[in-house]
Nanobody, 114 residues
Framework: QVQLVESGGGLVQAGGSLNLSCVASAITFSMNGIAWYRQAPGKQREWVAAITSRGATNYLDAVKGRFIISRNNAKNTAFLQMNNLKPDDTAVYYC????????WGQGTQVTVSS
């Protein structure tokens, strides 16, 4: 069964940066599009960014120019570099397939203070 483990979250001041990681197991990672999602308190989970198996990327408008998604297929790992963080970015961040069909991991908490 697919297992996803996210890490790298934390507490940061507005304008700061964090680099999230997602390690996947039990899948052919390189053949799958990967996406990052986030869920803020009291809100539904939303899609944030995606990267195809060939490396093409796409972003939520609210994070364009600030977040960078990447992947290392040799290590079954996806990354989300988050720069110029804003309080509205506060959420639990998850990775999943771009279809969101894998079991969800525990996520990693990102808190941005103003």
């Amino acid at each position: 069964q697919v297992q996803l483990v996210e890490s790298g979250g934390g507490l940061v001041q507005a304008g700061g940066s964090l680099n999230l990681s997602c390690v996947a197991s039990a899948i052919t990672f390189s053949m799958n599009g990967i996406a990052w999602y986030r869920q803020a308190p009291g809100k539904q989970r939303e899609w944030v960014a995606a990267i195809t198996s060939r490396g093409a990327t796409n972003y939520l408008d609210a994070v364009k120019g600030r977040f960078i998604i990447s992947r290392n297929n040799a290590k079954n790992t996806a990354f989300l570099q988050m720069n110029n963080l804003k309080p509205d970015d506060t959420a639990v961040y998850y990775c999943n397939a771009d279809s969101a069909l894998w079991p969800w991991g525990q996520g990693t908490q990102v808190t941005v203070s103003s």
